[in-house]
């Protein structure tokens, strides 16, 4: 069982940064493959970003939608068992809730929804123009 707890959303003018943090609970964070999703009011929730679970001696693996490429980055810190966002050059389509996803080991495609076991509350990011 693993419990997610996002923070670090709010409201940022467009070109603005932010940091989302997703902290989890448990001792084997670093077998859960993490993702970001996000949802805007009216729209089916829809893939970020997401990072492989750590394998000894190899560099993490981590997968970026289209839409934000270049401007958002994901990373983890297994030490502090938390997954980071770091949204850069935000843009008024960014404004969505936000919301962290672990699943256990590998998953066969990281940009489904249904193939993660456990999400978190959300965090609201807000661009204005």
């Not at 997610?4 to 084997?28: D, I």
């Not at 729209?43 to 490429?69: C, G, L, M, P, Q």
């Not at 936000?98 to 495609?109: E, P, Q, T, W």
Request: net charge positive; glycine share 10%; aromatic share 12%.
């Amino acid at each position: 069982q693993v419990q997610l707890v996002e923070s670090g959303g709010g409201l940022v003018q467009a070109g603005g940064s932010l940091r989302l943090s997703c902290a989890a609970s448990g001792r084997t964070f670093s077998r859960y493959t993490m993702g970001w999703f996000r949802q805007a009011p009216g729209k089916e929730r829809e893939f970020v970003a997401a990072i492989s679970r750590n394998i000894i001696w190899t560099a993490d693996r981590t997968y970026h939608a289209d839409s934000v490429k270049g401007r958002f980055t994901i990373s983890r810190d297994n030490d502090k068992n938390t997954v980071y966002l770091q949204m850069n050059s935000l843009k008024p389509e960014d404004t969505a809730a936000y919301y962290c996803a672990a699943a256990l080991g590998v998953i066969s495609d990281y940009r489904i929804s249904a193939a993660y076991e456990y999400w978190g509350q959300g965090t609201q990011v807000t661009v204005s123009l």
